[in-house]
């Protein structure tokens, strides 16, 4: 049986497999792919709606843990799709 997570965006519970873990890095907020990196973790539905929703009720700090502002960029980025290449 397949472990399941909440979206910490929409609430609702979903198989682990089908969501994204993010952990606080230094200032940022950071996919963790392996869902192996340290420290504690939130759970995402990898939609724009999702990540809006947890923006809006402020839900990344509370379920990290953090205090102050996580910059969101390189998650929104890549929910989006964007590639951003250092020139």
Request: aromatic share 4%; proline share 6%; hydrophobic share 40%.
């Amino acid at each position: 049986m397949e472990p399941v997570r909440t979206c910490i965006g929409c609430r609702s519970r979903a198989p682990r497999s089908s969501l994204l873990r993010i952990v606080a890095g230094k200032s940022e907020l950071v996919v963790d792919e392996t869902a192996v990196l340290p420290g504690r973790g939130a759970w995402l539905h990898p939609t724009d709606s999702c990540f809006q929703l947890a923006l809006r009720k402020r839900a990344f700090g509370r379920a990290l843990r953090v205090s102050g502002n996580l910059d969101a960029s390189p998650l929104e980025n890549r929910l989006n799709g964007t590639v951003i290449t250092n020139e």
